[in-house]
């Protein structure tokens, strides 16, 4: 199963200087010394010379505390008010607590971290936009903090961009925590086991990752899904004191979205859903359907690189006859990577194809020069791709975007697929990803040891919004734009652009699509139920 994270031209700005995250205001104060966005995120540096995170001078209001004669605007029992830190020049940071269980207000909680960049034109401000990156797994304030580099001026001068880190996620508390090292789960595998004894190493890798997820996450495993997700933005609503909302949802954070209209949508103003899911498929329809979508990229830019006599990897114009050479030998003897790292075998390189696979502006030439390079027995370059998928950092930590993916994908399901079903899957995929999924590929049956889920994901709907815009483009891999079609489809009042580009999510990559994103936001002008950008 590959993430749905936002992954555009954000991942371009890995070297900007931003300050550490640091908000107050709730119990427990959250710092960061070292975070990164993961859905092409941007690095957050810690720079404690720069910023006092007790220095409130300069700061703006706290949120206003609604009232409970309001009932649109009351907080709910559990919910606590925003007390917003200035952070930079124009933004802020504070923490919302949440309850873990919206039924048990007085139970746990979470403090989720949010972060606010103020409109340019405080007097032509509209309200907030409420963003997400996607995932689910990832921690969203980047958006907030770095919004200057993510959104264009009629966005930057009309809204506060709010963003947060959900609920298991980011550097919001607690956060889902699995396992320390991914190499020992991912990298070691033989993902095209030649006997039984290798298929079940497999099995038992799978059953170690979910029990470990599922035992040190108990307190909080049920309530991790998107439809709390959904009621802690409706809760961030209250908060902002906004009767009605905006919202601008990537990747995954189009599938939150969508649930948030459904169960909330007298609170809609207007809501953007880039880079769509398909909201109907089940749990190995939708891989098959994003493995089809890798493959097809894939296969895009072998073509281009065997076309191009400059591409590193073009090989005599033999691009991709020279990468299934290259993938079949790398499953049959590794070859060296860094030192006190796994050899790069099919696994790690095929992680490495897919995650160089989300932009052709920022990944495809890197990829070209790793693949190069593995042809000469260096596997870094791949492995740094590979690390680059995982979020593991500089200092050879991992983050827990992958832990918090996998736990709340499956427990948003209703339906846990069996070894068998997974195993019975294996076939379709490799028709539609031969590449990718050679035949003989074992699946990794990511959700089928996690238990039933109690709250899975409301159906979606979108009934009684009014519009909702959904953007797709001809090239996206990991939501292919037959998904989004079926989202924009699966809505009351859908209304799809499709973005010509060879990228995951499609803002930035038009401008017919972007102006007809900004009329709608700002002014509200819907566009048709479909155009072509």
């Given at each position: 199963?590959?993430?749905?994270?936002?992954?555009?031209?954000?991942?371009?700005?890995?070297?900007?200087?931003?300050?550490?995250?640091?908000?107050?205001?709730?119990?427990?104060?959250?710092?960061?010394?070292?975070?990164?966005?993961?859905?092409?995120?941007?690095?957050?540096?810690?720079?404690?010379?720069?910023?006092?995170?007790?220095?409130?001078?300069?700061?703006?209001?706290?949120?206003?505390?609604?009232?409970?004669?309001?009932?649109?605007?009351?907080?709910?029992?559990?919910?606590?008010?925003?007390?917003?830190?200035?952070?930079?020049?124009?933004?802020?940071?504070?923490?919302?607590?949440?309850?873990?269980?919206?039924?048990?207000?007085?139970?746990?909680?979470?403090?989720?971290?949010?972060?606010?960049?103020?409109?340019?034109?405080?007097?032509?401000?509209?309200?907030?936009?409420?963003?997400?990156?996607?995932?689910?797994?990832?921690?969203?304030?980047?958006?907030?903090?770095?919004?200057?580099?993510?959104?264009?001026?009629?966005?930057?001068?009309?809204?506060?961009?709010?963003?947060?880190?959900?609920?298991?996620?980011?550097?919001?508390?607690?956060?889902?925590?699995?396992?320390?090292?991914?190499?020992?789960?991912?990298?070691?595998?033989?993902?095209?086991?030649?006997?039984?004894?290798?298929?079940?190493?497999?099995?038992?890798?799978?059953?170690?990752?979910?029990?470990?997820?599922?035992?040190?996450?108990?307190?909080?495993?049920?309530h991790v899904g998107t439809n709390d997700s959904a009621?802690?933005?409706?809760?961030?609503?209250?908060?902002?004191?906004?009767e009605t909302i905006s919202y601008f949802g990537f990747?995954?954070?189009?599938?939150?979205?969508?649930?948030?209209?459904?169960?909330?949508?007298?609170?809609?103003?207007?809501?953007?859903?880039?880079?769509?899911?398909?909201?109907?498929?089940?749990?190995?329809?939708?891989?098959?359907?994003?493995?089809?979508?890798?493959?097809?990229?894939?296969?895009?830019?072998?073509?281009?690189?065997?076309?191009?006599?400059?591409?590193?990897?073009?090989?005599?114009?033999?691009?991709?006859?020279?990468?299934?050479?290259?993938?079949?030998?790398?499953?049959?003897?590794?070859?060296?990577?860094?030192?006190?790292?796994?050899?790069?075998?099919?696994?790690?390189?095929?992680?490495?194809?897919?995650?160089?696979?989300?932009?052709?502006?920022?990944?495809?030439?890197?990829?070209?020069?790793?693949?190069?390079?593995?042809?000469?027995?260096?596997?870094?370059?791949?492995?740094?791709?590979?690390?680059?998928?995982?979020?593991?950092?500089?200092?050879?930590?991992?983050?827990?975007?992958?832990?918090?993916?996998?736990?709340?994908?499956?427990?948003?399901?209703?339906?846990?697929?069996?070894?068998?079903?997974?195993?019975?899957?294996?076939?379709?995929?490799?028709?539609?990803?031969?590449?990718?999924?050679?035949?003989?590929?074992?699946?990794?049956?990511?959700c089928a040891f996690f238990p039933p889920s109690k709250?899975?994901?409301?159906?979606?709907?979108?009934?009684?919004?009014?519009?909702?815009?959904?953007?797709?483009?001809?090239?996206?891999?990991?939501?292919?734009?037959?998904?989004?079609?079926?989202?924009?489809?699966?809505?009351?009042?859908?209304?799809?652009?499709?973005?010509?580009?060879?990228?995951?999510?499609?803002?930035?990559?038009?401008?017919?699509?972007?102006?007809?994103?900004?009329?709608?936001?700002?002014?509200?002008?819907?566009?048709?139920?479909?155009?072509?950008?």
């Amino acid at each position: 199963m590959a993430r749905r994270s936002r992954r555009g031209h954000l991942a371009a700005l890995g070297a900007l200087a931003l300050l550490a995250v640091t908000a107050c205001g709730a119990d427990d104060g959250v710092t960061t010394e070292h975070a990164d966005a993961g859905p092409g995120g941007v690095e957050v540096i810690t720079d404690p010379a720069t910023t006092d995170p007790s220095d409130t001078t300069g700061s703006t209001d706290p949120a206003v505390e609604t009232s409970s004669s309001d009932p649109g605007l009351a907080l709910p029992p559990g919910v606590g008010a925003l007390d917003w830190l200035a952070y930079g020049e124009d933004t802020d940071t504070s923490i919302l607590t949440v309850p873990v269980d919206y039924d048990d207000p007085e139970g746990a909680s979470f403090d989720l971290l949010v972060a606010r960049h103020r409109a340019h034109d405080p007097e032509e401000r509209i309200g907030s936009l409420l963003v997400n990156p996607g995932g689910p797994g990832f921690g969203g304030t980047d958006f907030a903090l770095a919004a200057e580099h993510v959104f264009q001026d009629p966005i930057l001068e009309h809204f506060d961009i709010v963003a947060w880190d959900p609920r298991g996620t980011g550097l919001s508390l607690p956060a889902i925590d699995c396992i320390d090292d991914y190499d020992a789960f991912f990298g070691a595998l033989d993902i095209t086991p030649d006997d039984e004894a290798e298929r079940q190493a497999i099995v038992d890798n799978s059953t170690d990752l979910t029990e470990a997820c599922v035992t040190k996450n108990a307190d909080i495993l049920d309530h991790v899904g998107t439809n709390d997700s959904a009621r802690d933005i409706d809760s961030l609503r209250r908060a902002l004191g906004e009767e009605t909302i905006s919202y601008f949802g990537f990747s995954y954070g189009s599938e939150l979205g969508a649930t948030w209209a459904t169960l909330f949508p007298e609170t809609v103003r207007a809501a953007v859903l880039d880079g769509a899911v398909d909201p109907e498929a089940g749990t190995l329809q939708q891989e098959v359907q994003q493995q089809e979508g890798f493959e097809g990229t894939l296969d895009a830019f072998l073509t281009q690189c065997g076309a191009d006599p400059g591409c590193a990897f073009n090989n005599g114009g033999k691009a991709a006859a020279a990468y299934d050479v290259l993938m079949d030998g790398l499953d049959e003897q590794p070859i060296p990577s860094s030192q006190g790292r796994p050899d790069v075998n099919r696994a790690v390189a095929r992680q490495a194809s897919i995650q160089a696979m989300y932009n052709d502006d920022l990944y495809w030439g890197p990829f070209a020069d790793a693949l190069a390079a593995a042809q000469d027995g260096d596997g870094a370059g791949l492995l740094a791709m590979y690390d680059d998928y995982f979020q593991r950092a500089p200092d050879g930590t991992w983050g827990n975007e992958l832990e918090a993916f996998l736990t709340i994908s499956c427990m948003d399901r209703s339906d846990r697929p069996t070894v068998a079903d997974y195993d019975a899957t294996m076939p379709e995929i490799s028709a539609v990803a031969p590449r990718l999924t050679p035949p003989g590929t074992n699946s990794d049956y990511q959700c089928a040891f996690f238990p039933p889920s109690k709250n899975p994901r409301a159906t979606i709907t979108g009934a009684g919004v009014g519009p909702i815009v959904v953007v797709g483009t001809t090239g996206d891999p990991a939501t292919p734009l037959a998904s989004t079609r079926r989202m924009a489809a699966a809505l009351e009042d859908g209304r799809l652009i499709v973005v010509t580009a060879e990228t995951h999510t499609g803002y930035g990559e038009s401008a017919c699509g972007d102006d007809l994103i900004h009329g709608y936001l700002v002014d509200l002008e819907a566009p048709p139920a479909e155009t072509d950008c």
